[in-house]
């Protein structure tokens, strides 16, 4: 058995007090595994590619540090993207990627599993590879350099990264990580047949996960993919995503990590579903993870309950795509607000439903509290445009809505909207202005105050795989500029309304380059490596990100090839163009998408296939699953499925009763 | 749907005086990473807190002197008010196993006697500097001291502050020994033991390695390793006629 590395920290210790946070570096987390190098066969270094404050409180590598911890023989620890002034440090005194459990370089790990929730990651995970010394490029590294795993929501389309991964997981990665484990354990056992290709092999013919270099893409003359096909026999044609059950039986994190630095998210949160059938065509998220699967009542009681007395929170989170949509989510916020009643724990539910409803939600939380904001999603500006999008909210809703909440005594309003959707003029981005404007007016009329404010929101539409907007032309970032522009000045010019109207956006750029990552087959792989060595890092952050390296890297990158970044991302696309994803299943039929494409542009909506029939969009076929909602038999308070109870929920009620 | 009434104040009925210690890999925390810790490791513990009135009620804590991010300390001081009565013993094991550690409790007393805060006179601290001879310490030590005043710069909050540093400066002395921290294999280094007054605005121990590097050019390769050892009431005294720092619980466990 090989020796266990030494930990890096004697090494690190001395640059740590020459760089911003240093204490995000050290790890030290309440509930994280303490667990024996030697004990274990199968080793997991789990990387959120973003700076430890946001990705520290991800839910998903928390339940899959958990997950993987528990399982006997495997052991997993963490790593995150550490700043420039670190990494410029570590390269001078030569210390490796490491991990924030016992300090270990990453590079002694068997497996390196990245979790990609957003494409902007990319260029921080060539940073870590390079820190941790693996070859950059997958095809380079040998037996004995970890594997490279990507995950997240990203990974369903991981071309753009296919050259320096070594395996994608799509869809839910809880049963997938073990079932990797096992892959690699049988495989360390048997005495490495094949070498690191055979373990390769082995991993694509399990289907368990996407093995990019064991697939040829092959081009058309004008750039567009003429097809993608596996390189040896038994190595299926499409690799299709996991979904996991029944989030009642994988109630994890059961004990989540309470970092000590500061977070972006410092509170506890509980999942309460996965999926969501709202059918809102932008959103990749939604398309991606259904069908929906809710934790029952009791389920989130117990989750509650435990993680409070775990992590000595003080609030908690009810996490999901659209939390309101819970179909038992009235009796969990009432029933977890009078538990708290007595105790200092607040609890929220993100949500941004347009409607009623939702209000009342909010005003149950917020019993014994401040009620300072609210946030809506309407995220088209003009009923035409919702249509497109398929969110079905009427302007009479939306003000009705916000009247509500103006008359319960909420003082400020935030609105969501998108620019740049498909088919949309000035005009309709121009409506939010005019909404804005009768929001204003109605909040004062209802609650007779002059100081309520309403705020706009606006982000920069990307379109994305595996949604109806995987044809689109997204729009280029001049005119989206423009539009904003255009916006901004309506709004203040308003005389009356005006200044109780706050509006937040970002500028178009950013979105291209996103846009170029999301639909990119493998060419873009040499932009992302050619950005990378011009210095770009953590470019989700607008002081890192630099548009015009990008735009070089791509000109560079793309000189001899027929396609350029404007191809990849204001071009739109005809029905019979491969798509780098097409052979990438997430259970969504390709016809159905398209249709609902169609359907977009004509202006037609769908409805929820939770209160509606099922529309066929291909998902529970093509993957045996099924709609998992209440009501649930199980009272809140009794024993669940693992024979917790849920009350009282806080520890602190009955001790001060 | 009616709006209700802020939370009421739960009232204290006793207060305990904490000290606790920041040790190893913990000392990069900073105060306000070790302020969160402690509040959730109160609730972990299920500590009967007295809390504030108000939308937003906080447990009600006191913390004195708070010692610099990336510096360790045997002795830093808190109160605590508690709206049961609880047992000093009790209420230490409960909170020190809630506590990640690194993170330590080293003494939980009653509070019986006023005016605690005034008690934090001075600090002892222990400053490493590995690579660094205790003969080049002692050298720049007497060239410091040799001077009447020396102003460093600090960049604080509140952008840069001018500090004077010789007036906080009880005592000084260079010894030989140990980073702690550093992996075993390392060599010996000058060990400096220094005391520094509780001022206003405060003197840290950054701020007397800045004027030995300005006064002394004395500039370690490594970054030295600071350690608060004791903090309290400043008296003559002492095996070498020096000053010692006695112990600012005294009064309570006594009273
Ligand atoms: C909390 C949250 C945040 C927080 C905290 C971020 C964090 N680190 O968690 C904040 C506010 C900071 C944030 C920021 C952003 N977010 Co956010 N966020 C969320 C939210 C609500 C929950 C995330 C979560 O914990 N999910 C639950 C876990 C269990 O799911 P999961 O992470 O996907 O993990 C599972 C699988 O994907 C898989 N998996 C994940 N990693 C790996 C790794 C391996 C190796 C394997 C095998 C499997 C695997 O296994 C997990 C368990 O099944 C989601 C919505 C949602 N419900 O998912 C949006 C969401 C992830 N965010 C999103 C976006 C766009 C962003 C931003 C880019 C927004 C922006 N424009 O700035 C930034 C980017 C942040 C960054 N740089 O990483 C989008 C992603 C869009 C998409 N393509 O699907 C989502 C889906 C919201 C949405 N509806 O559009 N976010
Ligand atoms: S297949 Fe039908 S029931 Fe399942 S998610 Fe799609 S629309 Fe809903």
Redesign the interface.
Same mark, same amino acid.
């Given at each position: 058995m090989a020796m266990a590395p030494e930990s890096v920290?004697?090494r690190l210790?001395?640059l740590?007090?020459?760089v911003q946070?240093?204490?995000q570096?050290?790890?030290?987390?309440?509930n994280a595994v303490q667990s024996d190098w030697d004990a274990a066969d199968v080793r997991w270094a789990l990387m959120y590619p973003d700076a430890y404050e946001v990705g520290a409180p991800n839910q998903g590598v928390q339940i899959l540090y958990e997950v993987l911890n528990e399982q006997p023989g495997v052991l997993c620890e963490r790593t995150y993207a550490v700043w420039p002034d670190l990494e410029a440090l570590m390269r001078e005194h030569d210390v490796p990627q490491f991990t924030v459990d016992a300090h270990r370089p990453v590079g002694a790990f068997d497996l390196l599993g990245l979790s990609f929730s957003t494409e902007l990651g990319y260029t921080n995970m060539l940073t870590a590879l390079d820190l941790a010394g693996i070859p950059l490029m997958a095809a380079d590294r040998v037996d004995g350099h970890p594997l490279v795993v990507a995950g997240g929501h990203a990974a369903f389309n991981p071309e753009p990264i296919a050259d320096f991964i070594d395996a994608a997981v799509l869809g839910d990665g809880e049963q997938a990580v073990l079932a990797l484990s096992d892959i690699v354990r049988d495989w360390k056992v048997a005495g490495h047949p094949g070498g690191r290709a055979g373990l390769l092999e082995r991993i694509a013919k399990s289907g368990v996960a996407y093995v990019p270099s064991l697939y040829d893409v092959e081009y058309l003359a004008d750039g567009r993919i003429r097809r993608v096909l596996p390189k040896l026999a038994g190595i299926p044609w499409r690799v299709a995503k996991h979904t996991l059950m029944d989030l009642d039986e994988w109630d994890y994190p059961r004990a989540p990590l309470?970092p000590?630095?500061?977070t972006v998210h410092?509170r506890m949160s509980v999942e309460i579903f996965r999926g969501c059938t709202r059918g809102c065509r932008f959103c990749q998220a939604g398309m991606i993870t259904r069908p929906v699967r809710e934790r029952s009542k009791a389920g989130i009681a117990a989750m509650v309950k435990r993680g409070?007395?775990?992590?000595?929170?003080?609030e908690v989170g009810l996490l999901s795509l659209s939390s309101a949509d819970h179909s038992e989510i009235a009796e969990v916020t009432t029933y977890l607000a009078d538990c708290y009643s007595d105790s200092?724990t607040s609890l929220s539910l993100p949500s941004t439903r347009v409607d009623a409803f939702n209000v009342?939600l909010a005003?149950?939380l917020s019993?014994?509290?401040?009620?300072s904001g609210l946030t809506f999603a309407p995220e088209g500006g003009s009923e035409r445009m919702r249509k497109v999008i398929n969110k079905q909210v009427t302007e009479e809703d939306l003000i009705r809505t916000v009247a509500t909440a103006y008359a319960?005594?909420w003082r400020q309003v935030k609105l969501y909207f998108m620019c740049g959707l498909p088919t949309e003029t000035d005009d309709d981005v121009l409506q939010i202005a005019r909404m804005a404007a009768e929001v204003i007016r109605v909040g004062r009329e209802v609650s007779g105050r002059r100081d309520i404010r309403c705020t706009v929101s606006i982000g920069g539409f990307v379109p994305k795989p595996h949604t109806p907007f995987q044809w689109a032309a997204q729009l280029d970032h001049e005119t989206t500029d423009a539009r904003l522009a255009l916006l901004r000045d309506r709004i203040r010019s308003n005389r009356e309304y005006g200044k109780a109207i706050g509006i937040r956006y970002h500028d178009g750029k950013p979105g291209i380059i996103e846009g170029l990552l999301s639909r990119g087959d493998r060419r873009v792989g040499r932009v992302i490596l050619e950005a990378w060595r011009a210095g770009a890092r953590f470019d989700g952050w607008s002081e890192y990100f630099d548009f015009e390296r990008w735009q070089s890297a791509a000109s560079i990158a793309l000189a001899d090839e027929p396609v350029s970044l404007d191809w990849y991302t204001v071009r739109e696309r005809e029905h019979s163009e491969v798509l780098p994803w097409d052979h990438l299943d997430s259970g969504l039929d390709r016809e159905w998408l398209w249709e609902d494409w169609q359907a977009a542009v004509d202006e037609e909506g769908v409805e929820d296939c939770r209160w509606t029939p099922c529309f066929d969009c291909g998902v529970c076929d093509q993957m045996g699953t099924q709609i998992q909602v209440g009501p649930t038999s199980v009272e809140m308070g009794m024993p669940t499925a693992r024979g917790e109870t849920g009350i009282p929920l806080s520890?602190?009620a009955d001790?001060?009763a | 749907?009616s709006?209700?009434p802020?939370?009421e104040f739960?009232a204290p009925v006793q207060r305990f005086r904490i000290r606790y210690a920041k040790r190893g890999?913990?000392r990069?925390? /900073?105060h306000?990473?070790f302020q969160?810790?402690f509040?959730?490791?109160?609730?972990?513990a299920?500590v009967?807190m007295a809390?504030s009135a108000g939308? /937003?009620?906080h447990?009600k804590i006191s913390y004195a002197n708070a010692a610099p991010?990336?510096t360790a300390s045997e002795a830093e001081y808190l109160e605590i008010a508690v709206?049961?009565h609880c047992r000093a013993d009790d209420l230490q094991t409960r909170i020190d196993t809630?506590l990640?550690?690194?993170l330590d409790i080293v003494e939980v007393v009653e509070a019986r006697t006023p005016d605690f805060v005034q008690r934090l006179e001075g600090s002892r601290w222990r400053i490493a500097l590995?690579g660094v001879s205790p003969d080049a310490a002692q050298r720049a030590v007497t060239a410091l001291l040799a001077t009447h005043d020396v102003v460093v710069e600090r960049l604080t909050k509140n952008g840069m502050r001018r500090v004077e540093v010789l007036p906080a400066v009880v005592d000084i002395a260079v010894t030989e020994g140990r980073a702690a /921290?550093?992996?075993e294999s390392s060599e010996t280094c000058a060990i400096m033991q220094v005391v520094l007054r509780q001022e206003t605005p405060a003197v840290r121990p950054d701020d007397v390695l800045a004027a030995l590097r300005s006064v002394a050019d004395l500039a370690p390769q490594?970054?030295p390793q600071v350690t608060r050892e004791s903090q309290g009431p400043l008296a003559e005294g002492g095996n070498a006629g020096g000053i010692t720092i006695g112990d600012p619980l005294a009064a309570d466990r006594e009273a």
């Open positions: 920290f004697d210790e001395h740590l007090p020459c946070k240093p204490i570096y050290v790890g030290g987390e309440v309470v000590l630095a500061e410092e409070l007395a775990a992590t000595g929170y003080e200092q009342d005003n149950e019993r014994n509290g401040r009620r319960a005594g520890p602190r001790s001060m | 749907m709006r209700q802020p939370r739960v890999q913990l990069f925390a /900073s306000r990473d969160r810790a509040e959730r490791a109160l609730r972990r299920e009967p809390y939308f /937003s009620p447990p991010t990336g709206a049961e809630a990640p550690p690194g590995p /921290s550093v992996a490594v970054p």
